[in-house]
């Protein structure tokens, strides 16, 4: 499903399943999503790169089982693309694949998906839903048991995460701490890069100061 294909598709009744071996990556995927307001459900995928992949606006995974694979659902921002939003994944059978369930990844700050993830069942992942640079996103009333961590994300990025259950996750919910602001780190170090010879030059003017001073005492405590 290209960016110039058809929209409003709805995808139904398939399996679809990997029958070479890969080397990792996304080469091998069962679905790719690059337009708008498609209906995916009641498909089979297994044995991918990746289960699903997913750009453009206003599409719903429902009830499809992606089991076996190597990723279920990725959704990221790809270069001379729009900010993928507003998808629904629901009610979906997201089992065994081996590095995530879920995917949300954005390369901009602030971008703001607006996804609704509800109703799925999500097990037996490295990370069953994983969150980054990504917010205002609802995962609601999800099944999520026996993951690496349940779910991952950042404290700045702000999504709405309710009444999910969680059974057998080494960790339920993990949120690292807030990024350090590259900009303001940069701008740190430039500061620094200016201040320090002079700090080094005075540090050293100091020394050579104290040094005649020290050589006094010391022959007077001689004396």
């Known amino acids: 499903m290209g960016s110039d294909g058809p929209e409003k598709v709805n995808f139904s009744g398939f399996t679809i399943q990997?029958?070479?071996n890969f080397d990792g990556g996304f080469a091998h995927v069962g679905i790719r999503i690059f337009s708008n307001h498609n209906f995916i459900h009641d498909n089979i995928i297994r044995n991918t790169s990746c289960g699903i992949v997913l750009q453009g606006l206003f599409n719903h995974i429902k009830e499809n089982n992606i089991i076996d694979n190597e990723g279920g659902i990725h959704s990221c921002l790809i270069s001379l693309s729009p900010i993928p939003k507003n998808n629904t994944i629901s009610s979906n059978k997201i089992v065994n694949n081996s590095r995530f369930g879920i995917s949300i990844w954005n390369s901009e700050k602030?971008?703001?998906n607006n996804y609704t993830i509800n109703n799925n069942t999500i097990s037996f992942h490295i990370r069953g839903i994983d969150l980054s640079s990504t917010s205002n996103n609802i995962i609601i009333n999800n099944n999520i048991e026996n993951n690496s961590?349940?779910?991952?994300?950042y404290e700045e990025y702000l999504n709405q995460i309710l009444n999910n259950f969680y059974s057998d996750n080494d960790k339920d919910v993990y949120l690292l701490p807030k990024l350090p602001d590259y900009d303001a780190?940069?701008?740190?170090?430039?500061?620094l890069s200016f201040i320090m010879p002079f700090i080094y030059l005075v540090g050293g003017i100091i020394?050579?100061?104290?040094?005649p001073i020290i050589l006094i005492k010391k022959r007077k405590k001689i004396k």
């Open 110 to 112: 602030d971008s703001k």
């Open 207 to 211: 020394l050579l100061l104290l040094i």
């Open 18 to 20: 990997s029958i070479d």
């Open 149 to 153: 961590i349940g779910i991952h994300g």
């Open 185 to 191: 780190l940069m701008g740190m170090y430039m500061v």
